[in-house]
């Protein structure tokens, strides 16, 4: 690693990694607060496969996951019930905290994250739609409907309200004060829809909706989780290289535009990506409430950085749902959904950063 | 009201410019002088930054074309043009956080390439852009910790570091007290004197861009009404006709330029 020095000081700000003709611009604190969240994203995994439901001995989840059969009850437990949901709890946290620093970034609002902009609301409303319409009787969701009509449902209900916020929120560019708006209004829209579903629906599609609606990851098994997961990685993998375009679109339209960024494909290109993976998110973990709210600007105060890095806001997310989802499954004798875990550590920063934010306006 | 005679790289053909509503910017033609200041003088809302805007790229045109060494820029790649001419917009934004040398090594992007961040001449052509203004001192400070006129400047490196011929700068002294917004005017005529760049720029205060500039370009309503040197340009029929303004126009002990007394608003 070089130092730009100057005068035999040093530019602090500028750090570089050079190697013949390549070199990288680095942030050392940036990469040792992402080795670290590794070691914590593995620790929380391990965590979370040990205490799910009956809690099983360390060393037997270990075995099992290793291939060792010979408990065939534990084998299975840890293989297909807990492993899946691990896996899960990884993939949406990742894709939703991801999702968020993209937004915010581009919106310059640490406000704008898809769950404020309604792309989570509208891929509950899809869900929901299925459930309600799909559903019917004491079952509730099965088959064909339950394994491919909902995440689908989901999937393009969350794209499509994200497309319309952004077609409403354009108007010779993308303002970020606009785009909270028209996405608070969107927001409001499907949850309306949503809320107006259940009142057709009979008690139990209403109540498996609701549930899904606060968001868990009950019963999330190899089948979703596993296309699921490879679609996470490719998105995750974009995301993390168009950061170096956002943090020009972070200086302004213009300042971005007088340096030759193309501002408007850059924009387009990386919300639609954060459109997807916030749909994957939720398709996975249903509208899982603050984590891409909160992630970015935890990723980004830990490293010190400008603007919210895409790839430590994905660790963040990670950690996040995984110790959410561990503590709302056993903290208590009833094990609740991984949103309420959520919600409650969200829900006071929501309302922080909004006091921050105003106090910063005024 | 000569049209100047070296040729220009940036010209302006017919250019119509606006936003949602009416144009602003009416049929304008311009050619900018090469290698020379230019001073855009005119009441608020003549269309002066939009203008400036316009030749920079950050507006498309309504019809006419901007054009740079004879090309139109909508034709040339955004990137290209970057490397060409540099804009500062007026009263830029930069995310909290943010140090001067980063943002100044900002200006590096349009000859980056993603595995060639910050190749040992981009960090040459930073640190000289930072000291161009004075600024090596600030390089590790956040820009929000900065005051007006030092702020100001790191900005201007920033365009320094994208080692552009032209130079495009909407009101680079808003804001600034009369010391700084000295200190930047003697700087842009440094970067002219010594390193032949050319530069456009909109003014508000008139005896100011007279005292710094080679040519001036008088608009109002969206159209050019005067150009030329500072002292065919400054005149009391001119302040007159274009701001509503009896003026006595002096000239200044010490470079013989054109100096605004203001009388009054006429009537």
Known sequence: ?362 | MSAPSTGGRLRADALTLGYDGPDIVRELSLTVPDAAITAVIGPNGCGKSTLLRGLGRLLAPRSGAVTLDGEPLAKLSTRHVATQLSVLPQTPAAPSGLTVADLVSRGRHPRQKWYQQFSVSDEAVVLDALAATDSLGLADKPLEDLSGGQRQRAWISMTLAQETDILLLDEPTTYLDLAHQVEVLELVRRLNRDRGRTVVMVLHDISLAARYSDHMVAMKDGRIVAQGTPAEVVTPELLLEIFGLAAQVVQEPTAGRPHVIPLGAAV
Not at chain 1, 42 to 65: E, F, Q, S, W, Y
Not at chain 1, 73 to 81: I, S, Y
Not at chain 1, 259 to 286: D, E, F, M, N, Q
């Open chain 1, 1 to 362: 690693m070089s130092t730009v020095t100057r005068n035999g000081g040093k530019v602090r700000s500028l750090r570089v990694l050079r190697a013949g003709p390549l070199s990288i611009r680095i942030s050392p604190r940036g990469l040792s607060v992402g080795g670290v969240l590794i070691l914590v994203l593995v620790a929380a995994m391990a965590i979370h496969v040990a205490n799910g439901g009956t809690p099983l001995a360390l060393l037997d989840v270990l075995r099992a996951l290793l291939g060792d059969t010979s408990d065939s009850k534990v084998h299975l437990a840890v293989t297909e019930f807990r492993a899946p949901r691990m896996v899960a709890a990884v993939v949406a946290g990742a894709c939703l905290a991801a999702a968020g620093a993209i937004t915010q970034t581009v919106a310059r609002n640490p406000l704008a994250s898809p769950d404020v902009l309604g792309v989570t609301a509208g891929a509950s409303l899809g869900a929901v739609t299925v459930l309600v319409l799909a559903g019917g009787g004491s079952a509730g969701l099965s088959g064909l409907a339950a394994t491919m009509g909902m995440p689908l449902a989901a999937f393009g209900a969350g794209v499509l309200s994200g497309v319309a916020v952004y077609l409403l929120a354009y108007r010779s560019g993308i303002d970020s004060y606009r785009l909270v708006l028209v996405g608070l209004g969107i927001n409001g829209f499907a949850v309306s829809l949503t809320t107006w579903l259940l009142t057709l629906g009979d008690v139990s599609s209403a109540a498996q909706a609701l549930t899904w609606m606060m968001g868990s990851l009950n019963g999330k098994d190899w089948a979703l989780v596993q296309p699921m997961g490879v679609i996470a990685a490719a998105l995750l993998l974009a995301a993390v290289f168009c950061g170096r375009w956002l943090l020009l679109t972070s200086l302004g339209e213009d300042t971005a535009v007088g340096l030759g960024t193309r501002v408007g494909a850059v924009r387009l290109t990386a919300l639609t990506i954060a459109v997807l993976l916030a749909s994957v998110g939720t398709v996975v973990a249903g509208p899982l409430v603050f984590v891409a709210l909160a992630s970015p600007q935890i990723a980004r105060i830990l490293t010190g950085s400008v603007v919210p890095p895409v790839a430590v806001s994905a660790l963040v997310g990670a950690v996040f749902v995984l110790l959410a989802d561990t503590v709302s499954a056993n903290a208590l004798s009833v094990a609740l959904p991984v949103g309420v875990a959520t919600a409650v550590v969200g829900a006071p920063y929501l309302i922080y950063l909004i006091l921050r934010y105003q106090r910063r306006l005024t």
